[in-house]
């Protein structure tokens, strides 16, 4: 079955960076386009970066351009997010997510990872 598992949350001061991982099993990672969302305490879902299968096209939402970098190891199966200039709005937690082919929509979750940025 498929599973996405998130790491690499955790609490960092303002200005501090984290990299986040999440590890894919249960399908053919290499041929999905895959996606960070995030959800900060009592708000909606926030688009934050995609990536496509092969890892050579990457696409972020405006809040994070500059200071964020999705990227993916096929070989390892692994969707990475590293995060750095953190800022206290950043606070939220971070879903990896599957793409469904041909669409902008999400079929498998994980479970997330938390990101608290706080001096």
């Known amino acids: 079955q498929v599973q996405l598992v998130e790491s690499g949350g955790g609490l960092v001061q303002p200005g501090g960076s984290l990299r986040l991982s999440c590890a894919a099993s249960g399908f053919t990672f290499s041929s999905y386009y895959m996606s960070w969302v995030r959800q900060a305490p009592g708000k909606g879902l926030d688009w934050v970066s995609d990536i496509n299968s092969g890892g050579g096209s990457t696409y972020y939402a405006d809040s994070v351009k500059g200071r964020f970098t999705i990227s993916r190891d096929n070989a390892k199966n692994t969707l990475y997010l590293q995060m750095n200039s953190l800022k206290p709005e950043d606070t939220a937690l971070y879903y990896c997510?599957?793409?469904?082919?041909?669409?902008?929509?999400?079929?498998?979750w994980g479970q997330g990872t938390q990101v608290t940025v706080s001096s």
């Open positions: 997510a599957r793409v469904v082919e041909g669409s902008n929509e999400y079929d498998y």
